[in-house]
């Protein structure tokens, strides 16, 4: 829903920058969450973003533009306890308490 | 741990059971919600509850039916479920319902309870 966009799969290896994007429809932006889910497991948050910019919590960043409808997750120094499923979500308005949900990028960390 | 635990962690019933999936959270929000995750799906929201009143039915099937009987519990009713149903179960809380404000809106998830119709 809402044309949330992220590529499905990504891989790097250990000790290496990846950066995760997504895209969105601007129109009612109230904010977007980025979330790790590892197979099997519930999503864990990491980050929110509501404003343009960077939001930087140690190996990983948050990024927003929103005329752009433009996001993305940077996480640096990769271990392979990162891999794992990426998922983006927006929220919107119009719509208390809706977040909209991405498919989700796979990435898979290699040593 | 994330203060939102669910029960049970593993279904699997018949297309003719009713059964029922619990949810509670320790965090003391006021927002509760349940997310059903298909294989190759993005999450899709199913109930918002606010305050124990229910603020969003996204067009789910009767077979599901929520209960918010105080606002640390929640549970997901099912009844003549289908082999289509079999999915991830995710029950979610956050302090506020209204997203773009403090990001006390952040909702925190369960571990979820994997279900498979049969």
């Known amino acids: 829903g809402q044309n949330i966009d992220q590529p499905t799969e990504m891989t790097a290896t250990e000790g290496a920058i990846v950066q995760i994007n997504c895209t969105y429809q601007?129109?009612?932006?109230?904010?977007l969450f980025w979330y790790q889910q590892h197979a099997g497991e519930a999503p864990t948050f990491l980050s929110y973003n509501v404003l343009d910019g960077l939001e930087e919590k140690g190996r990983f960043s948050s990024f927003l533009s929103r005329s752009k409808g433009y996001s993305y997750l940077l996480l640096k120094e990769l271990q392979m306890k990162d891999s794992a499923s990426y998922l983006c979500?927006?929220?919107?308005?119009?719509?208390?308490?809706?977040?909209?949900f991405g498919r989700g990028t796979q990435l898979t960390v290699w040593p | 741990e994330t203060g939102v635990t669910q029960t049970p962690r593993h279904l699997v019933m018949g297309m003719t059971n009713k059964k029922s999936l619990k949810c509670e959270q320790h965090?003391?929000?006021?927002?509760m919600y349940w997310y059903k995750q298909s294989a190759k799906k993005p999450l899709e929201l199913m109930f918002v509850?606010?305050?124990?009143?229910?603020?969003e039915n996204n067009s789910v099937p009767s077979r599901f039916s929520p209960e918010c009987p105080n606002s640390s519990h929640l549970f997901l009713h099912l009844h003549t479920l289908q082999p289509e149903d079999s999915a991830l179960y995710l029950c979610?809380?956050?302090?506020?319902?209204?997203?773009?404000?403090?990001?006390?809106?952040?909702?925190?998830f369960g571990p979820g309870t994997r279900l498979l119709v049969l």
């Open positions: 601007t129109s009612g932006f109230n904010g």
């Open positions: 509850y606010s305050l124990e009143e229910r603020v």
């Open positions: 965090l003391g929000h006021n927002a």
């Open positions: 979610a809380s956050s302090q506020d319902l209204i997203i773009g404000t403090s990001g006390e809106e952040t909702q925190y």
């Open positions: 979500a927006v929220g919107w308005g119009s719509t208390l308490g809706r977040l909209y």
